[in-house]
């Protein structure tokens, strides 16, 4: 009898981690906003702390606009919600928990925002699997989602089209030398910062930018936006459709 109770428990070990590997990666809840015409490209657009992917589908309609676009998918990812510490662990949308606002030598959640890191991934080969090949992707994101569009330019494993950093400092570096892979080291990073962001200083934006040519990155671009606060300008987005004119064009 224990025999067979035995040989009956091992089965069921091995069953469940069977179906383990053969299940399909969590993903995220998105709005996807198809491409008006044949899809070759595709951009991933990461929202910032307590804001959701809706708050950012107007870059789809203006990108849209234009026939050079067109060709583009874009997906908007919603993040989990969860205790902020930083507001008396209230529940907030979040991709990491923030314990000091805008202070990149304050404690970081490595293990939520690398964990967040993943979930990109999966999304980016969402794309892969649906026929975009990685080096038509642009990950892209404003604040703490452009945290995580940096994430990208550091770990994943394939060639990207490029990166966008919308008002975004990197401090999550004890996570680097186990993480860190090359084969973006050429990829193009746009980030854009404006000098009065009363959120994360434009130091600790001119430090991070810094930080990535130092690790290797051959192409980082860095712009300034006199008068801009945390959030978008025209300028800046002018200067984003120009970096998605070179690093996306039609097929």
């Not at 990108?63 to 989990?80: G, L, Q, R």
């Not at 994101?141 to 990207?160: D, E, P």
């Amino acid at each position: 009898m224990w025999a067979y109770l035995t040989t009956a428990i091992v089965a069921f070990i091995l069953a469940v981690t069977v179906s383990n590997m053969n299940r399909e990666p969590e993903m995220l809840p998105v709005i996807r906003i198809a491409a008006p015409l044949k899809a070759t490209a595709s951009m991933i657009i990461i929202h910032g702390l307590g804001d959701s992917g809706a708050g950012w589908t107007f870059m789809a309609d203006e990108f849209h606009k234009h026939e050079e676009f067109k060709h583009i998918n874009f997906i908007f990812p919603n993040a989990p919600t969860g205790p902020l510490y930083v507001n008396g662990n209230q529940p907030i949308a979040r991709w990491f928990n923030i314990f000091e606002f805008g202070n990149p030598y304050a404690q970081q959640d490595e293990e939520g925002y690398w964990s967040s890191c993943k979930k990109m991934e999966n999304l980016i080969n969402q794309e892969v699997k649906n026929g975009i090949p990685s080096e038509r992707v642009i990950v892209g994101g404003f604040s703490q989602g452009a945290v995580l569009s940096l994430g990208m330019a550091i770990s994943y494993n394939k060639k990207l089209a490029g990166i966008l950093n919308m008002s975004g400092i990197f401090a999550m570096k004890k996570g680097i030398p186990s993480r860190i892979k090359t084969v973006n080291f050429d990829t193009p990073i746009f980030h854009g910062h404006g000098d009065i962001d009363p959120v994360f200083n434009i130091v600790f934006a001119r430090q991070t930018a810094e930080y990535f040519k130092a690790l290797g990155f051959k192409d980082y671009q860095f712009h300034e936006y006199i008068g801009m606060v945390h959030q978008t300008c025209p300028d800046e987005m002018n200067d984003i459709e120009n970096f998605v004119r070179k690093a996306l064009p039609p097929q």
